[in-house]
């Protein structure tokens, strides 16, 4: 992974060339590693949470967020026996984490398809964005979820939000939208 330009004989220099501008663009994360996250990152759940549900277009308070139900119930009680969660940290420091949830056809979360479906969240620390640690997670967690069973996962993302093209190239396709967002499904 990364850009080590290696010597690959029997492709040539081209391909090797080939090799080095593809692999430029995988995450290069030699020092991030993902844990799967237990009890203990509640807190840090709960504040990637904010910056998730706070979109720069229409900025709320950390205390409004907070005490909105809508927000709350992504991490409230975690973990449930049925969530599945993991945690990308730089040494010990967690540094971004992606989870998924169930919800109840009572409880209206954005990205809500079937109660079936468990919906993703993913968030990473605004000074670690940018260099790979979101598609490591999103890898992960979808690892763990297969691993546990599930079958597919949903998601909601706001029209403007560059996270849109990561989901798209994990695979998620959109199943409806409205002006300002988008909800999308993967098969895992
Ligand atoms: C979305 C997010 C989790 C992606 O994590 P990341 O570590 O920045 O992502 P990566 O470096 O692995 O890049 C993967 C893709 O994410 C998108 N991305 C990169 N930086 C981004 C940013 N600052 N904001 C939104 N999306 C971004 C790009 O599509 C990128 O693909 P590219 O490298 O081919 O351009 C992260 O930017 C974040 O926490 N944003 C704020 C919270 C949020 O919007 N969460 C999703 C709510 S639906």
Known sequence: ????????????????????????RL??????????????DLPFLLETMVEIANSPYYRRTREDLLADPRVR???????????VGVIAVRGERPVGVAWVRFFG?????????????PELAVGVDAAERGKGAGRLLMTAVHDAA???????????????NRAAEMYLAQGYQEVRSTEN??????EL
């Open 146 to 160: 297969r691993a546990a069973g599930i079958r597919r996962t949903s998601l909601s993302v706001d029209r403007p």
């Open 27 to 40: 995450p290069t994360m030699a020092d991030v590693t993902i844990r799967p996250a237990t009890a203990d």
């Open 73 to 83: 119930h992504y991490v409230e009680g975690w973990p449930r026996p049925s969530d």
């Open 181 to 186: 967002s988008r909800v999308m499904v993967l």
């Open 105 to 117: 056809e009572d409880e209206r979360s954005d990205g809500f398809v079937s109660e079936d479906i």
């Open 1 to 24: 992974m990364g850009t080590h330009i290696r010597a690959i004989p029997e492709i040539g220099s081209g391909a090797a060339l080939l090799l080095v501008r593809t692999t430029a």
